[in-house]
């Protein structure tokens, strides 16, 4: 890894830890503020509104500022907000600062992965943007783990704070490594939003909304799953954390190099048609230990080979507005978030049980899938129309 990169992975493993270790503490954090397990899943919906919003709001406002800027200031925040979670008195406050939390989230993945590919070797875009993702599958082998530990043992307040810790490393780490940048363009956001009247970018946007939903289907309720249906013990959920985490790091490496090797869209929607084979067996074999095991680290795995494919199709889509179209497909992601979190806690809400949102999790994904070969065809059609032309 170049060292500049170094403080994206530091900012991502804070932004994965404040929103995965949500799934991990999930029955602390009902059985604190006296809500049931669906409606403490409204918290993860909360965070990813909060990402939906400030993604293209807080671009928009700092866009023609320096990157490095830029980032200082989301990490701030992102610190500020997330010390604010941890002393939350009752679900209605803590709602806000979930909410307020995830308003950096976006933005600071959309500008980080600009910055990425700027800094990477030509032709090794994704596996740069990559190296900012891997903080996130970090989170998922330490972070995530440790919090829930603490959550389970201490108190999940106590995580809030280590994450807030983690939020001023990160705002030091970038003073110090990342290089200072010229604005990608001068630009306006009324110029930005000319974005939207294309279908390609609206098109990257639904696969990655409704596709990754399936995901947050599986992932919002894995904590419940694994002790109501797996038989595993609560103590038992923080390694089970870690297997999962390794599988998002090992899928995260592929995401990168098969993006680069093969095409970002071909790599999509193969991706996704895995996840939804994934999620259904998940379906099937819950009341089984060790194949619920296996198919938790290969769910985790084939989960996080989303992220660089679209990240670079948004890129490329974006003609001269980088930075918000990047930002905005992290904005999908967390539509994908509250989405998955959503729909998934209806069949539980409606007694179907926890295996339920793998269902569910599953015809998202697909609809994904379907949206991508689309959008191959299309790419193919207008390719060859060029050539005509």
Avoid at 23 to 49: C, E, K, Q, W
Avoid at 313 to 329: C, D, P, Q, T, Y
Wanted: net charge positive.
């Amino acid at each position: 890894m170049k060292k500049s990169l170094f403080s994206l992975t530091v900012g991502g493993f804070g932004i994965g830890m404040t929103e995965f270790v949500m799934m991990g503490i999930l029955p602390d954090i009902s059985r604190t503020l006296n809500i049931s397990i669906p409606v403490a899943g409204h918290l993860i919906s909360a965070y990813a509104l909060g990402v939906v919003l400030g993604a293209p709001l807080l671009v928009g406002i700092a866009g023609n500022y320096p990157p490095k800027k830029i980032l200082l200031g989301l990490m701030a925040m992102f610190t500020f907000c997330n010390a604010l979670s941890a002393f939350a008195p009752n679900y209605e406050i803590m709602m806000l600062t979930r909410l307020l939390s995830g308003l950096p989230h976006g933005a600071f993945f959309g500008v980080g992965a600009v910055v990425a590919s700027r800094l990477a070797t030509p032709g090794k875009e994704a596996q740069a943007i990559s190296m900012m993702f891997a903080g996130l599958t970090i989170a998922n082998i330490i972070g995530v783990p440790l919090g829930t530990y603490i959550g389970h043992t201490m108190s999940w307040r106590i995580t809030f704070l280590i994450i807030a810790v983690v939020g001023l490393i990160t705002v030091l780490s970038i003073q110090q490594l990342l290089p200072a940048m010229p604005p990608v363009s001068e630009s306006s956001i009324l110029k930005d939003l000319k974005l939207f009247t294309r279908v390609e970018p609206w098109l990257i946007l639904g696969i990655t909304a409704i596709g990754t939903g399936g995901l947050f289907a599986w992932f919002s309720y894995i904590a419940p799953l694994l002790t109501e249906v797996g038989g595993f013990r609560s103590d038992q959920i923080t390694w089970i954390l870690v297997l999962a985490g390794v599988g998002m790091a090992v899928g995260n490496l592929i995401s990168g190099m098969a993006a680069d090797s093969i095409s970002p869209i071909k790599a999509t929607a193969l991706f996704l048609s895995l996840m939804v084979v994934c999620l259904i067996v998940v379906s099937f074999v819950a009341p089984f230990k060790i194949p619920l095991l296996v198919m938790t680290f290969i769910t985790g795995a084939i989960s996080f080979t989303l992220g660089a494919p679209i990240q670079i199709l948004m890129i490329r889509a974006a003609n001269g507005s980088e930075m918000l179209a990047s930002s905005v497909s992290q904005a999908g992601f967390n539509i994908g978030n509250a989405l998955g979190a959503y729909l998934g806690g209806l069949p539980i809400a409606a007694g179907l049980g926890y295996t339920s949102p793998q269902w569910v999790g599953a015809m998202l994904a697909f609809t994904g899938f379907l949206m991508a070969v689309m959008m191959y065809f299309r790419q193919k059609s207008v390719a060859k129309t060029e050539v005509l032309a």
